[in-house]
Structure formats: structure tokens, C-alpha cells
């Protein structure tokens, strides 16, 4: 079974800096799919970023980016230029290719942009 | 409205009732998830169907019951509502296969005293 783990429970950055999460997983699979989803007070769920495993190149979207160590089993997310609206918990989460396509999540960051 | 959406948005019962909550996509996707919320726990999977009457258990299947008789719907129903099923369950729907995402509904937040 695959896990999903984000070390950091909490983080918090000044407006305008950059910030970086963590996230690792444990999967013996070779074709899969990472991503991270935003979920502001509204409760929404909101994709930010998904990395092809099969892809070397690190997905890019505007100030979000990622750091994929397909290696090390790594997948940090880099946020630049941190907004006030980019206040939320941030979920990491796996999915395998092939069978249910279900997605596994990390517990979560609770990230905090101060003014 | 196109998109996916969840009924009711927040609801209120007691230990050992029936509880439905619905869902509904408008995309025709294939595959229908249904996730609880916790705190310190992420989004845990309950049932999954990958089309019209086909579903199976996730992570956390005990106490809850699932059908899909149409492609848009996938209601989710607590059989007798225990006090750890208070939680925010989110449904979400996507495409077979290919690099497409989840798509989540709003969520419906259950409390059951």
C-alpha cells in the first residue's frame, strides 16, 4: 500500500517570500501521478500542481513549482512570491496508473502567509 | 450548473439514524469517490465506484453503504450514524485513465450528537 507523508503540520511565511513543503511517499509502483491540492477556509478542494512520475522535467504553474526526486521518493512544492490568498492547508497526494486511480493523501500543511 | 455537487451542504443527527448524502456530476466522468475529512488524518478513502453499478471499499469502508445506479450520482448512506462518522465528506469524480484530476464537490460536514 502506498503512504503519503508531510513532516511539516504547520508552516507560516512573510508575503512576497518563498516557502517550500514537504512531502514523501513510500510505493514500490513505477507509473503514477503526484499532486498537490489547495484547500483555503472555504473547504474547497483545489488542484495546484501534478507531476507525471514518468516525466524528469519538475511541473511548473506560475509561482508553484515542485522538486520531484523520483529517487528519493521526494515531492516538495515551492511557492513564490507568497500571496495572503495562498493561506491554507496544503495536501499532497499519490495516485497509481491503472486499477482504481484513487488518490492517497498526505495529513496535510497548514501554511499561513502574514502580512 | 456543470461541475459536481454535494446535498446537504451541512447536516445535523443523532446516533443510530439513516443518513444520505448525495452526489452529483454533470461531466459524465466515469470514476466517483467519496473522502472523509479528519483532523490529523487527511482524506481517507471510503468507497469508489469506476462506473454505473460498480463500487468498491477504500480505507475506510465500515458503516457506510454506497450505490450507483446512474453514471451522476453516488449517494453515500451511514446505516446508523455513530459519533465517529462526524466528519467532512467530500465526493469527487474524474475521467478514466489519462493525467486528468480529481474534481472534489464543496464538501458536506456531518455532525452526529
Known amino acids: 500500500a502506498q503512504t503519503v507523508t508531510q513532516s511539516q503540520p504547520e508552516m507560516s511565511v512573510q508575503e512576497a517570500e518563498t516557502v517550500t513543503l514537504s512531502c514523501t511517499y513510500d510505493?514500490?509502483?513505477?507509473?503514477?501521478?503526484l499532486f498537490w491540492y489547495k484547500q483555503p477556509p472555504s473547504r474547497q478542494m483545489i488542484l495546484v500542481i501534478r507531476?507525471?512520475?514518468?516525466?524528469?522535467q519538475n511541473a511548473t504553474e506560475n509561482r508553484f513549482s515542485v522538486n520531484f526526486q523520483k529517487a528519493a521518493k521526494s515531492f516538495s512544492l515551492k511557492i513564490s512570491d507568497s500571496q495572503l490568498g495562498d493561506t491554507a492547508m496544503y495536501f499532497c497526494?499519490?495516485?497509481?496508473?491503472?486499477?482504481?486511480?484513487?488518490?492517497?493523501f498526505g495529513k496535510g500543511t497548514k501554511l499561513t502567509v502574514n502580512p | 450548473d456543470a461541475g459536481i455537487t454535494q446535498s446537504p451542504r451541512y447536516k445535523i443527527t443523532e446516533t443510530g439514524r439513516q443518513v444520505t448524502l448525495m452526489c452529483h456530476q454533470t461531466?459524465?466522468?466515469?470514476?466517483m469517490f467519496w473522502y472523509r475529512q479528519d483532523l490529523g488524518h487527511g482524506l481517507r478513502l471510503i468507497y469508489y465506484?469506476?462506473?454505473?453499478?460498480?463500487?468498491d471499499k477504500g480505507e475506510v469502508p465500515d458503516g457506510y453503504v454506497v450505490s450507483r445506479s446512474k453514471t451522476e450520482n453516488f449517494p453515500l448512506t451511514l446505516e446508523s450514524a455513530t459519533r465517529s462518522q462526524t466528519s467532512v465528506y467530500f465526493c469527487?469524480?474524474?475521467?478514466?485513465?489519462?493525467?486528468?484530476?480529481?474534481?472534489f464537490g464543496p464538501g458536506t460536514r456531518l455532525t452526529v450528537l
Open positions: 469527487a469524480s474524474r475521467w478514466t485513465g489519462g493525467r486528468d484530476e480529481q474534481f
Open positions: 510505493t514500490s509502483e513505477n507509473n503514477y501521478y
Open positions: 465506484s469506476a462506473a454505473a453499478d460498480i463500487t
Open positions: 461531466w459524465s466522468h466515469s470514476y
Open positions: 507531476q507525471e512520475a514518468y516525466k524528469q
Open positions: 497526494a499519490f495516485m497509481k496508473l491503472g486499477g482504481s486511480e484513487k488518490l492517497v
